[in-house]
């Protein structure tokens, strides 16, 4: 089987557009979604409309889905955070917003291979970044793969009986890195976000996973960041918002 693996688009229509043409000509059995659909960006309902179309399609929620469809009361989201929520909840509309509203809490899991949550499979609000919090993960799936989200940041990291060890793609000025898994490891693996990368490459970031082939290939993307910028800008979000997209950090 074939996996498409797209997390963290936050409302970047521009970015999911370059990726979804990216893959149009590949075939997926199956597309899994790691939640935050919505924040910070500007276009939530070209956002939600346009995922909701995907077929074979496995999704839970984010964090930033929570709070911009009231379910949250944003608590723990710092100012600009926070005002994005706000003008996002605002600008969806009735439909969409209820559609957020009924997304399942992670992890979920899908078949017998894999796992998906948003923040870690423990809590969709807790951050995954280095190797020890990788580590306390691993006892909170049971399947050999989990998918997570929510840093932005593309890694895997695999577990035998001997050691944790961490791969961070590396494109070298291509558009893709490919990793092979070993059968023998299980592995936790943030495909990088679409809508507003954090890892200092401003290109789009998604991952194709292979199960015959035992392939796990992160994707970089270019798209129109100038254009994603201006409607930021316009609808009157903050500055920051518009501002890392060229950065990617
Ligand atoms: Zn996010």
Not at 49 to 74: A, F, Q, Y
Not at 177 to 205: E, F, H, M, V, W
Request: glycine fraction near 8%; charged fraction near 25%.
């Amino acid at each position: 089987m074939r996996y498409l693996v797209l997390s963290d688009i936050h409302s970047n229509l521009e970015a999911l557009t370059a990726v979804l043409k990216r893959v149009r000509r590949k075939r997926f059995d199956r597309i899994v979604i790691l939640g935050d659909l919505v924040g910070y960006g500007a276009d939530p309902n070209p956002i939600v409309d346009r995922v909701r179309k995907l077929k074979r399609m496995v999704i839970i929620r984010g964090n930033h889905d929570k709070v911009c469809s009231g379910i949250d009361n944003g608590d723990m989201f710092n100012k600009v955070a926070l005002e994005s929520a706000r003008w996002t909840e605002n600008q969806l509309l009735p439909r969409n917003l209820k559609w957020l509203r009924a997304l399942p809490k992670g992890p979920v899991t899908v078949g017998d291979l894999l796992s998906i949550s948003h923040g870690t499979p423990l809590d969709e609000d807790a951050y995954i970044f280095g190797e020890i919090e990788a580590l306390n993960m691993f006892q909170y799936f049971k399947t050999p793969i989990c998918f997570f989200g929510h840093s932005h940041f593309p890694v895997v990291f695999g577990l035998d009986d001997e050691a944790l060890t961490t791969y961070i793609p590396v494109t070298n000025g291509g558009d893709n890195c490919r990793i092979k898994l070993d059968k023998t490891k299980r592995y936790l693996i943030n495909p990088g976000s679409i809508g507003q990368p954090r890892d200092g490459d401003n290109r789009a970031s998604f991952g194709v996973l292979d199960d015959k082939r035992m392939t796990m290939t992160i994707y970089r993307v270019n798209y129109p960041y100038e254009k994603t910028q201006q409607k930021i800008r316009a609808a009157g979000l903050p500055a920051p918002l518009a501002d890392r997209l060229a950065l990617g950090r």
